[in-house]
């Protein structure tokens, strides 16, 4: 099947008008040699065929059957219905990037509530219309520090920063001339501040750390800020924005640069993508932020009206003297955090990252009865953590599996010496008999 | 008025639910001395304000489904719902990116069988779905390229050949990815001018970036040459894949001398455009360069699906996961619903729908290329200038009549510049409702230019003053401030 809207009839009047016989008339620029015949044999699929492929493929994936512990960046949360109500209306889906503010105010407004939004959790001053995703949000920002210090020529970046972003990072420095220390992991899971001490130099353009971090840890965030102030290097932290609702924000804990991925807000986890990522910062560095940002305005009669602002950072004025070559942002995935944001409002975020912290505290203490089973840290967390099991992991996975439950991210191909532990999240979507069950599967297999 | 969500917050109002708290979890707390010390300020709001909000502002937007969008370089084309139905699917929403391969089979298969079937679509052998968007692609392909030359000790290749008719991301990747770019000119023609690149190319030649047709709308006929001329000098082709729709099952990037390139499954392959993203920017390569594919990579064992996430020769990771899955998906649906039969219907009747209006549109504009242009065309709107009205209020001015305006000023070389873009999708008659329009609004500049130097009249707003929002950047609202505004 097709969706050309023109048949037989209305083709053969527009090629009179054109002046041809036969639309291969108008492809007479592509040299014959490398020009395709015609497929005879229609290879395509009805509507319905192709639902029921679809259907079974979706069927390939037992995956959604298991009580699912993973976590590491992509989190099983309650998408509220109404996230999938508004993001499906026509005029948000199927609208370009608002090239024509007055036929885009929708989407423009939008945009401005969801920036006021991500400031208002992340207590900082201003945020862009959001990037592709978490890694590139640090990676963005990372560029971003050694854009407004321009003599420095250091990047300090945590251990425990989650190792895709870090791979992301690590591409989009390549091409920069900047040195990148890893600050190592001190015994108690958080970053060794020592380390940071001894290495930061007026070289420093910036930190950027993770908290929590990869491995559920909350990091000593403040402490790290005066020690980067110090020397005036940037403090650019990653987080899981629903952490705000109960730990410090960034803007509280003095970082410069918050970034992460908004996924945890009413966008599915489907498989990885799309997701959209922050940037919020301080006012200061606004002209350095990469990709869209909307701003207020009034039109010819003083009404107030909604336009992408800022331009003059951008690809499509500066060409190879833009911030950055992003040019879409991830609006519809940024709607869909919005909605879901203000839907839980003001107190319901604050009860969400609780809920959160509870159950997943609530799962760290029972499994502390468990024989054979002990723990990364004991800093404090929030909605993960690492658990070590002394069976073999193999075994222990596939005891989990038995019983339908998917217990954690073994870690192993992270960090090799983590060859007998597993990263585990606990959001609100699982309840207290489902916890139970997971302690009762740890003791007994 | 247009009055945010923070502006219509009421006390203690809300829209959310919880699951039942348990007794057993209430004794947890974590430290007070790293608790939030300010309240989040956002609003509170009821379920059916909310919903009301939101649907006020849709209404304020357009879109393809509400209305006819002709923006070239878009390909703003139907966005089929069974699309939609398809990424809505539970088996595929909730499957975790990390989820061992033997629980996820069904999503594996869905990107080891797109990226073969782009690969055959393209004349290309092997690719990655990791992009993000179609800047990203290009920025992965570029990196690719930088590795390419780097494996073989050649790392003085610093530069890139770019067309000056070329998207801005092109120009924006190469020098993101530490190369320095050489503006070649386009000929009379609306070409790229051989001989300038022939002079251009060199032993620095890193590769050249080119999208054909180019955003004139412009086949290059001599593309085997140009093709040649780049690879003799040691340089690499990116194939900037924004212009695809017109080529579908017609001919092959691979097969015009291409080596690497991405595609905006945004664009051609019918996926939302979201009002801005997300996006997807696939990226397919020849075999030379397959080890420098980003991670992770697919593959297929028998009738198992395993992912490969460490590799040697790879640029790495490229987004958080596996890029946007949902995105690709609905790619997947839509190719296999046309088949190499549909997709080539596309291309042709995409082209059909284009030379249709361009040779319509001759009565009013400037047409500066008068050779069948592809997918889309370019027209100057420099006849009216003696009235004042320039390209932009024409675009305006289209917006009261309910069509989209088509892309303005680029590209950058054309003087007063629209860029068209029906896509296959629009019947004949909204081609021929479109021409009537324009007519309509060429009787006005006549008769009352300043009817249309100000548009639009019939939106929500007015023309807006991008100058004073740049110049006085307010970019968010807060909850407590009294916005000064006529409620």
Redesign the interface.
């Given at each position: 099947?097709?969706?050309?809207?023109?048949q037989e009839p209305?083709?053969k009047?527009?090629?009179e008008?054109?002046?041809?016989a036969d639309?291969?008339?108008?492809?007479?620029?592509?040299?014959k040699k490398?020009?395709?015949p015609?497929?005879i044999?229609?290879?395509?699929?009805?509507?319905f065929e192709?639902?029921r492929?679809?259907?079974q493929?979706?069927?390939?994936?037992?995956?959604?059957s298991?009580d699912?512990y993973?976590g590491?960046?992509?989190y099983?949360h309650h998408v509220?219905a109404?996230v999938?109500?508004?993001?499906?209306?026509?005029?948000?889906?199927?609208?370009?990037?608002?090239?024509?503010?007055?036929?885009?105010?929708?989407?423009l407004?939008?945009i401005?509530?969801y920036?006021?939004?991500i400031?208002?959790?992340t207590?900082m001053?201003?945020?862009n219309?959001?990037v592709?995703?978490?890694?590139?949000a640090c990676a963005e920002a990372a560029l971003m520090s050694l854009r407004t210090q321009k003599k420095r020529n250091q990047i300090l970046i945590g251990e425990t920063l989650?190792p895709?972003?870090r791979?992301?990072v690590?591409?989009?420095l390549?091409?920069?001339a900047v040195e990148v220390l890893t600050i190592p992991i001190s015994s108690d899971g958080r970053l060794d501040l020592e380390f940071v001490k001894k290495r930061i130099s007026p070289q420093t353009a910036s930190l950027l750390v993770q908290s929590p971090s990869f491995l559920g840890v909350?990091d000593e965030i403040p402490r790290l800020c005066v020690v980067a102030k110090e020397v005036g290097a940037l403090l650019i932290l990653c987080a899981n924005p629903l952490v705000?609702?109960?730990?410090?924000?960034a803007g509280?804990a003095g970082a410069d640069i918050a970034v992460g991925?908004c996924q945890p807000f009413g966008i599915?986890?489907?498989?990885?993508?799309?997701?959209?990522g922050y940037i919020a910062c301080k006012e200061s560095l606004?002209r350095q932020l990469p990709g869209?940002?909307?701003?207020?305005?009034?039109?010819?009669?003083g009404?107030?009206?909604?336009?992408l602002?800022?331009?003059?950072r951008?690809?499509?004025?500066?060409?190879?003297?833009?911030t950055?070559?992003?040019?879409?942002?991830?609006?519809?995935?940024a709607?869909a955090a919005l909605?879901a944001?203000?839907?839980?409002?003001?107190?319901?975020?604050?009860?969400?990252a609780l809920?959160n912290?509870?159950?997943a505290?609530?799962l760290k203490?029972r499994l502390k009865s468990v024989k054979g089973v002990s723990f990364l840290s004991e800093a404090?967390h929030?909605n993960e953590f690492v658990v070590r099991f002394e069976d073999p992991l193999n075994q222990v996975l596939a005891r989990f599996r038995e019983k339908g439950i998917?217990p954690g991210?073994p870690l192993e191909?992270y960090f090799s010496t983590l060859n007998q532990h597993l990263l585990v999240a606990v959001t609100?979507?699982k309840?207290?008999a489902q916890l139970d069950r997971y302690v009762e599967v740890a003791r007994h297999g | 008025m247009a009055k945010t969500a923070f502006n219509k917050s009421q006390k203690g109002q809300h829209a959310w639910s919880l699951p039942k708290e348990e007794e057993a979890f209430h004794s947890f707390s974590p430290p007070k001395e790293s608790l939030r010390e300010t309240e989040i300020e956002l609003p509170e709001l009821s379920e059916l304000d909310l919903t009301r909000h939101f649907s006020g502002l849709a209404r304020k937007n357009m879109g393809i489904d509400t209305h006819f969008y002709p923006l070239g370089s878009c390909t703003m084309k139907l966005n089929p719902r069974v699309n939609e139905w398809c990424a809505a699917l539970p088996g595929f929403t909730r499957t975790h990116p990390l989820a061992p391969d033997e629980a996820v089979q069904g999503n594996l298969r869905v990107i080891y069988e797109l990226i073969s079937f782009l690969c055959q679509l393209c004349g290309m052998e092997g690719g990655s779905l990791a992009p993000n968007a179609g800047a990203q692609g290009e920025f992965v392909g570029v990196q690719m390229i930088a590795a390419y030359h780097r494996s073989r000790g050649e790392s003085h290749r610093t530069e890139f050949l770019i067309p000056d008719s070329a998207h801005g991301t092109n120009p924006a990747t190469a020098a993101m990815a530490g190369f320095s770019t050489v503006p070649i000119p386009t000929d009379h023609k609306g070409d790229m001018d051989l001989k300038k690149l022939k002079a251009a190319c060199s032993e620095r030649t890193a590769g050249l970036m080119l999208t054909n047709p180019n955003t004139l709308g412009l086949f290059s006929p001599v593309i085997l040459e140009i093709a040649r001329c780049v690879h003799e000098a040691g340089g690499l082709l990116f194939y900037d894949g924004a212009n695809l729709n017109p080529l579908l099952a017609i001919t092959r990037p691979g097969d015009m001398g291409f080596d690497v390139m991405h595609i905006n499954l945004h664009k051609t392959f019918s996926t939302p455009h979201g009002g801005g993203g997300p996006g997807s920017g696939p990226v397919l390569c020849k075999a030379r360069l397959k080890p420098f594919l980003p991670l992770p990579y697919i593959v297929k064992e028998g009738g198992h699906y395993r992912t490969v996430w460490r590799s040697e020769q790879t640029i790495g990771h490229i987004s958080s996961f596996l890029g946007n899955f949902a995105i690709y998906l609905r790619a997947y649906l839509y190719v296999i619903l046309h088949g190499m039969f549909g997709l080539r219907r596309i291309a042709e009747q995409s082209v059909v729908n284009a030379n249709y209006l361009k040779t319509c549109l001759q009565a009013y504009f400037t047409i500066p290329f008068p050779q069948p242009c592809m997918h889309e065309f370019v027209v100057q709107a420099d006849t009216y200038l003696d009235k004042g009205v320039r390209a932009l209020d024409i675009a305006k001015r289209l917006l009261d009549y309910g069509v989209h305006a088509p892309t303005i000023y680029f590209p950058l070389i054309i003087k007063e510049c629209l860029l068209i873009e029906p896509t296959e999708s629009e019947s004949l008659d909204t081609l021929d409702r479109f021409i009537q329009i324009i007519e309509k609004i060429v009787r006005e500049i006549q008769e009352d230019p300043q009817l249309v130097k100000t548009a639009p009249h019939s939106l929500s707003v007015s023309r807006l003053d991008e100058v004073r929002a740049a110049r006085q950047p307010i970019l968010r609202t807060y909850l407590f401030r009294e916005d000064n505004i006529d409620l």
């Open positions: 099947m097709d969706f050309v809207s023109n209305q083709l009047r527009m090629l008008k054109i002046g041809v639309p291969l008339e108008l492809f007479e620029a592509i040299p490398i020009l395709l015609r497929p044999q229609d290879d395509g699929l009805s509507e192709g639902m492929r679809m259907e493929i979706a069927a390939a994936n037992t995956f959604p298991f699912n993973l590491a960046g992509s099983e509220p109404l999938h109500a508004i993001c499906s209306k026509s005029e948000f889906l199927t609208a370009y990037t608002p090239y024509q503010p007055e036929a885009s105010q929708g989407m407004q939008s401005f509530e920036q006021s939004a400031c208002a959790l207590g001053e201003v945020s219309a959001s592709y995703d978490g890694a590139s989650h895709h972003y791979g992301v690590d591409h989009y390549r091409s920069q909350m705000y609702g109960l730990y410090r924000s509280e991925d599915p986890m489907q498989f990885g993508g799309p997701y959209a606004v869209r940002i909307v701003g207020e305005t009034v039109d010819t009669q009404r107030r009206g909604f336009v602002t800022l331009q003059a951008e690809q499509h004025i500066r060409r190879e003297k833009a950055s070559n992003i040019c879409t942002n991830q609006a519809l995935a709607l909605v944001l203000l839907w839980y409002g003001k107190e319901g975020v604050r009860k969400l809920t912290f509870q159950r505290a609530y203490q404090p929030f998917e991210l191909r609100e979507t309840s207290k | -």
